[in-house]
């Protein structure tokens, strides 16, 4: 996998905008994101590219090209792999 969501949850106070997404996207492979007015979509992009903190969840990112990979969890420092668990 290039990128793999586990239970990814994302709440604004009361609000739980993300509740437990998991995910897995493939190298090469395309893939749309569609979804109701207020499903969460936007939110689920700012996670996966860092602007938002997620609540709880894993995010696991293989980058074969760079060794320093940013998920939006943390920033980690690993050959190939970046494993960072967010709560």
Request: charged share 15%.
């Amino acid at each position: 996998f290039l990128l793999n969501l586990d239970k990814i949850s994302k709440n604004f106070g009361a609000i739980q905008a993300l509740i437990d997404v998991s995910f897995s996207i493939e190298e090469g492979q395309i893939v749309g994101l569609m979804g109701d007015n207020g499903a969460g979509k936007s939110t689920l992009l700012k996670v996966v590219a860092g602007n938002f903190q997620p609540s709880s969840g894993k995010m696991i990112f293989e980058n074969p090209s760079n060794n320093a990979i940013y998920t939006g969890l943390d920033v980690c420092m690993k050959p190939n792999i970046a494993t960072c668990i967010a709560g």
